[in-house]
């Protein structure tokens, strides 16, 4: 059973930084792209940055380019995602998730963690 955790979140002032984790148990973990999303109150989910297999290739939503930046530990079965320059805006439940492709479908979702950004 494959199992994706987040952690990192918190409460962060306006213009701080946080930096979210998401260890996946899969045993090919280097094999898949993974994805960080968010959801705010009353708002859909929606798709922050992502990264291939490899590392090698990365996106990102027009909203956090610049401020934000997906890496990952294949040795480590972990991804990350450094948040800088936080808005309020970016508060959200951020989630973590497996794919074959960094355009999706993705597949395995982690419970997510609380972002939360005081003006």
């Known amino acids: 059973q494959v199992q994706v955790v987040e952690s990192g979140g918190g409460l962060v002032q306006a213009g701080g930084s946080l930096r979210l984790s998401c260890a996946a148990s899969?045993?090919?973990?280097?094999?898949?792209?993974m994805g960080w999303f968010r959801q705010a109150p009353g708002k859909e989910r929606e798709f922050v940055a992502a990264?291939?297999?490899?590392?090698?290739?990365?996106h990102y939503a027009d909203s956090v380019k610049g401020r934000f930046t997906i890496s990952r530990d294949n040795a480590k079965n972990t991804v990350y995602l450094q948040m800088n320059s936080l808005k309020p805006e970016d508060a959200a439940v951020y989630y973590c998730?497996?794919?074959?492709?960094?355009?999706?479908?993705?597949?395995?979702w982690g419970q997510g963690t609380q972002v939360t950004v005081s003006s």
């Open positions: 899969i045993r090919t973990f280097s094999s898949y792209a």
């Open positions: 998730a497996t794919s074959i492709a960094t355009t999706g479908p993705y597949n395995y």
């Open positions: 990264i291939s297999w490899s590392g090698g290739s990365t």
